[in-house]
């Protein structure tokens, strides 16, 4: 079975760190890129920072500076190292990583919450 599955998330404080974690498995050749994603209730599901297979990151202008993507391509394995977190990053974070030029694999989430 090929799948996605993120683990890493909790609640914090404000100001605290988190580091997310996201291993694809299963009968995958190569993974061209991948992403973390987030959906905060009521709100559509936003990029959060994406990795190419080269390594070249790109992220959103809300977490520049405070959020570092970073891959293992051994291990199939994607991460976000979480800094600085706001309130306002309360949200399910998603992996996502291209097995394909037409497939693209999910995870079902985790839950992130920065509250005081």
């Known amino acids: 079975q090929v799948q996605v599955v993120e683990s890493g998330g909790g609640l914090v404080q404000p100001g605290e760190s988190l580091r997310l974690s996201c291993v694809a498995s299963g009968n995958i050749g190569g993974i061209n890129a991948m992403g973390w994603y987030r959906q905060a209730p009521g709100k559509q599901r936003e990029l959060v920072a994406t990795i190419a297979s080269s390594g070249r990151p790109n992220y959103a202008d809300s977490v520049k500076g405070r959020f570092t993507i970073s891959r293992d391509s051994a291990k199939n394995t994607l991460y976000l190292q979480m800094n600085s977190l706001r309130p306002e990053d309360t949200a399910v974070y998603y992996c996502?990583?291209?097995?394909?030029?037409?497939?693209?694999?999910w995870g079902r989430g985790t839950q992130v919450t920065v509250s005081s």
């Open positions: 996502n990583a291209d097995i394909s030029p037409i497939v693209t694999l």
